[in-house]
């Protein structure tokens, strides 16, 4: 359950995603509204080190289930 600034009424993570020590955060996070719009901002160089990239309506309410965010990940490591 994530709580604070980002999420002033609770939000779930996948917890499997996220170790231990990255569940604190402080710091700039990049708000998204889809993992179309995340991955558009991934591939023009929008994101930089250090930034949370937070994606909103996805998952069991707001999506297809929990789908995995393979795209976020793939787009950033062809960037590297």
Known sequence: MLSGSLA????????????????????????????????????????????AVIVRYEGPKGGPGMREMLNQRVSSWTRA
């Open 8 to 51: 002033p009424q609770g939000a779930i993570i996948k917890t499997a995603g996220v170790p231990n020590d990255m569940r604190t955060f402080k710091g700039k996070a990049r708000i998204f509204e889809s993992e179309e719009e995340t991955v558009a901002a991934i591939m023009a160089g929008k994101i930089k080190p250090g930034d």
